[in-house]
């Protein structure tokens, strides 16, 4: 079942119904302000850190789940209703929700009265804007009014939830004219005020969240909206909040244009007050200009044009004409879109990540670089360089970095020993796509500690020696507290309840990882051509005979007869072996190893892979292990305190189907590679949303396993590595065009009904026109000759190449 569809042509998901299994949401803003928006206009608004700097409020675990965001009531005659559905519950004559690349636009109807609310906030700009356009669509005149309302939040979102003795006392506003101004704590530290403005003259308005609702009444059938009368409340401690009241008569066919603008202001501290600031009162000129200029009309217009040509740009750069519509929106729109969204939130504000939590993650921040350098190149960079000061001389790394201050989160810990070689891939991915070697010259601290910066080069160097540096009895890497599989702990022992599997006391473990074996080979043959660059051609050398070592300690201890093992545990019994009763085969060493060419010859990879299908496979995806743990293992970790088919216990995890999908193209199955890539790809599964539940334009974390009661329904949609491995994997492997250090490999690996299509790619600054189609010639040619092997080098800046590829 759907809820809605896709329009290509606009790049918008469109909702016909807010009766959505999940909210569905989306994302608003490009650089410091953003919003989440959900199709019943739910959602909050942060500047840059949404733990730190929340503008709106959030109620988490609220039911319904979704209230609260930006609130709109029209009153026509007695009936109250909202554009957005929510939060007056009123059903509708007609709705639409359409979100599209940086905005969402309501269009709805009741009573011959029709409303269209576009909200997005302009590029560059601390604020959101709220356009509504109200037209009387019947043929008598019409009395509405129209209440606006959103909630503050008193900033630091943790202590807004909890700290309620101190916050009660301390919400203050003020109110001029048309704009609300949300200044707690002003008067003491923060620089920083936040307004709620509307570009009309108002007919009253509210503060106090109290007397907006009245006693018994939530935020479907507010007291002010009911009796039709705003209190002019001004808000005293308790929850302050900012509602407009705006009266018209429109005449059949009228409409008017009304402009909400929320937004952001922080001022130097000796232009914070108008007056003394024993008076109290704000400076307000940088409010009034922002309201000013985006409160009319034509700016709106204007700013809107701007956004699309900022999102045709970024999407401009990798353009597929498959002639599958399903495959080209997802390449061409969404997957882009979303690998975006993890660049701006990486995994902090979600509708399941609360932005109260988790900072940047050292490997999520590596791999989500995969899936937009394309995009951002110059941001791709600052993002490395910010990651690589984190890590630690030894090559190992924080785990974790808070965004606004770059420095190393000590709750999440150290340790993770895949860690490292994310580095390396990352800097890899950014050099294949930009060609800048510079970066590997960049000077950068150790731990942030001033005074050991080295060059890039350096962490790498640091990186590639901590897997060697840290052994185990196999010669396999050890794997620390986990490696990508959090969850799999075999160094933490943890009886506590409550307590973090991950960093909870360690005991001394001899534990390893046949996964990072994998990643070692892969990684550390990007560092050897990454040696061989800067001459070192020694060490390209030894790097290579080291990996040759580890391909041959995985083929001897890392092999189980049938598929790779996942690991050793701290008793150096096998863990994702045909000896143990549960978990007896996982996919992530399946994935890891053949990407990393391990057994390709030999045949073990063909094995491994024929097994993951067998066991790991079903209709939507590939599980992460079989069978799921039942019971809690202390020696294992948290992976076994899920239910079996959840998460790390046997969900279809998606951030590693593509892993297996880019191997399946290893040995030259195209077929599996496809249906794997297919299997969990949003637009090939928009017809089961009622299953899936969750956004049918963006991937999950996961989808529940087929050990679980409710196989395919998903959970954690947005901000996941998947939305990056799954554009790797079908840019680059499947659709094949592939950035290494000389130049894009083009090595399409697609099934037999892809016989012919195009793909536009923008690359070091020039453009590639690549057309491919079937034929028993096969070759690539470049402006007509053809060439040897696959590379096509790089061309001058803004050249148009033109290459035919016949696969
Ligand atoms: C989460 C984490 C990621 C980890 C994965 C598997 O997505 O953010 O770092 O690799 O879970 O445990
Ligand atoms: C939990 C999750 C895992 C995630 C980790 C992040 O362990 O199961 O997916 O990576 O938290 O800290």
């Given at each position: 079942m759907k809820y809605g569809f896709f329009d290509d042509e606009k790049r918008e998901y469109v909702i016909e119904t807010p009766f959505t299994p999940l909210p569905w949401i989306n994302y608003l803003g490009s650089q410091e302000f953003f919003g989440l928006i959900s199709n019943t206009g739910g959602g909050y608004c942060f500047y840059r850190d949404a733990k730190l700097r929340r503008l709106t409020r959030f109620r988490y675990n609220c039911v319904p789940r979704d209230t609260g965001g930006r609130m709109f009531y029209i009153n026509d005659n007695g009936t109250i209703w909202s554009p957005t559905f929510l939060p007056s519950k009123t059903p509708l004559d007609s709705y639409r929700c359409r979100h599209g690349m940086g905005y969402t636009i309501f269009e709805s109807g009741k009573n011959g009265v029709e409303t269209q609310l576009t909200c997005f906030v302009p590029l560059d700009v601390n604020c959101e804007v709220n356009r509504l356009v109200i037209k009387n669509s019947s043929d008598m005149t019409k009395d509405l009014s129209i209440v606006s309302a959103v909630e503050f939040c008193l900033w630091n979102a943790v202590d807004d939830s909890t700290n309620f003795q101190r916050n009660y006392n301390i919400g203050e506003v003020e109110v001029e004219g048309s704009v609300i101004y949300h200044k707690t704590e002003y008067r003491e530290r923060r620089n920083h005020y936040a307004f709620y403005s509307v570009n009309q003259k108002t007919a009253g308005f509210d503060t106090d969240l109290d007397s907006f609702l009245g006693r018994f009444n939530s935020y479907d059938t507010p007291q002010a909206v009911i009796n039709g009368r705003s209190g002019n409340t001004v808000a005293h401690g308790w929850s302050p909040i900012g509602s407009h009241r705006l009266e018209y008569t429109l005449s059949p066919g009228e409409e008017k244009e009304i402009i909400f603008i929320l937004g952001y202001i922080e001022l130097p501290g000796n232009e914070k007050w108008e007056g003394p600031a024993a008076n109290g009162v704000i400076n307000k000129k940088p409010a009034q200009e922002l309201a000013a200029k985006y409160g009319n009309s034509e700016t709106v217009k204007k700013e809107l044009g701007d956004l699309a040509l900022y999102w045709n740009d970024l999407l401009g750069r990798y353009e597929a004409d498959t002639g599958d519509k399903k495959l080209d929106r997802m390449v061409n729109i969404w997957n882009q879109y979303q690998c975006m969204t993890t660049f701006n939130m990486s995994r902090s504000a979600s509708y399941y990540e609360s932005g109260t939590g988790r900072g940047m993650g050292f490997r999520d921040s590596c791999q989500d670089l995969l899936g937009f350098v394309h995009m951002v190149p110059g941001r791709a960079r600052e993002r490395i360089l910010d990651i690589a000061a984190i890590q630690f001389k030894s090559g190992g790394a924080w785990h974790q970095y808070q965004p606004l201050t770059k420095r190393g989160n000590a709750d999440a810990?150290?340790?993770?020993?895949d860690d490292p070689l994310w580095l390396i891939a990352c800097t890899y991915a950014y050099i294949a796509e930009t060609g800048d070697y510079s970066i590997l010259d960049e000077l950068v601290p150790f731990d942030n500690k001033?005074?050991?910066?080295?060059?890039?080069f350096e962490h790498l160097r640091a990186s590639f020696n901590y897997t060697l540096n840290n052994l185990g009895p196999h010669k396999l890497p050890l794997i620390g507290r986990a490696d990508w599989n959090d969850c799999l702990n075999l160094n933490c022992f943890s009886e506590e309840p409550g307590e973090s599997f991950q960093t909870c006391a360690n005991i001394e473990s001899e534990a390893e990882s046949v996964f990072i074996a994998g990643m070692f080979v892969l990684y550390g043959a990007q560092f050897a051509e990454l040696c061989d660059k800067k001459g070192y051609t020694d060490e390209a050398d030894a790097a290579r005979r080291e990996i040759k070592n580890m391909s041959e300690a995985v083929l001897a201890h890392g092999w189980d007869g049938e598929w790779f093992l996942r690991a050793y545990d701290s008793n150096g019994d096998k863990v994702g072996s045909k000896e143990c009763n549960d978990g007896k085969i996982f996919i992530e060493p399946q994935g890891m190893c053949v990407m990393a060419g391990i057994g390709v010859d030999s045949g073990e990879a063909v094995k491994a892979l024929t097994s993951m299908k067998e066991r790991l496979t079903f209709e939507y995806g590939t599980c992460l292990v079989a069978p799921a743990y039942k019971e809690y293992h202390l020696k294992l970790g948290e992976i076994s305190s899920y239910p079996p088919g959840y998460k790390e216990n046997g969900?279809?995890?998606?951030?590693?189907n593509p892993w297996a999908s880019i191997a399946e193209t290893r040995v030259g199955n195209a077929e599996e590679a496809f249906e794997i890539y297919r299997r969990t790809c949003p637009a090939y599964i928009e017809n089961i949303s009622e299953i899936h539940?969750?956004?049918?334009?963006v991937y999950s974390q996961t989808i529940a396993g087929q050990e679980s009661p409710a196989p395919g329904e998903a959970k954690n949609?947005?901000?996941?590595g998947t939305a990056a491995w799954t554009f790797v994997n079908i840019s680059q492997y499947l659709l094949g065009i592939r950035p290494e250090l000389d130049g894009l490999r083009i090595a399409p690996c697609l099934?037999?009904?892809?016989d012919k299509m195009r793909v536009k790619r923008v690359y070091r600054g020039a453009v590639y026109e690549i057309s491919f189609e079937r034929s028993i010639d096969k070759g690539v040619w470049v402006g007509g000759k053809k060439i040897e092997g696959n590379i096509v080098p790089a061309a001058n800046e803004g050249d148009v190449v033109q290459v035919k590829v016949q696969m």
């Open positions: 810990g150290m340790g993770f020993n001033e005074g050991t910066e080295r060059p890039l969900s279809v995890f998606c951030h590693n539940r969750t956004e049918p334009y949609s947005w901000l996941t099934p037999k009904h892809y």
